[in-house]
């Protein structure tokens, strides 16, 4: 494969990456923090040079907010803070953005393995078919990037298991298929 054909496979793979993830984007949206959080609370101006003491009560409220996962709200008098309230619009969030990110991961999953088996299959053009076989891989690593966080050792193992054996598995197939064979050329 010469230089051109390498070039029009990056192409074809970055712009159909490109292509899926837009197009996910535009069928799917992912949650905003500014529609679970939209409340902003700007620091208050000191009116006086007073030192502000919080009581241990108060201390305990915030430190028992931050422990579960919450936003201390904070209510001022004469700029020291004179009570609060927990806010867990964030925990909300981030549950949300869990199950976006897990959906995402599931559709680039599916998009992904059908566009590269469809690729190894059905394409005989090997700048497209390689173009889109790492555009696919694009797919799958943003679509995974975002849940892996959330995701437990166990599955993270069992996902890289399976791809490690899917990728052997066809290199095998192409190779035994006489896809990665070279062409000979007849002679006249």
Known sequence: MNIKNWLLGIAIAVIFFMFCVFGTKLIYDSPERENFCNVSYPYPERISEQVCNISSELQAKIDECYNNEGIPRYEYENGCIKDMTCDFCNKEFSKANSAYTKNLFLISLI??????MISVLLIKISAVSGGLMLGSLFFIIYGTG???????????????????????WLAYWLARNGKNKRVKKKKR
Do not use: K, P
């Not at 849940?147 to 437990?152: A, D, G």
């Not at 050792?153 to 052997?168: H, S, T």
């Open 146 to 168: 975002g849940y892996w966080r959330f995701m437990e050792d166990l599955l993270r193992f069992a996902i890289l298991g399976i791809v490690l054996f899917i990728l052997i």
């Open 111 to 116: 998009i992904g393995v059908i566009s590269i």
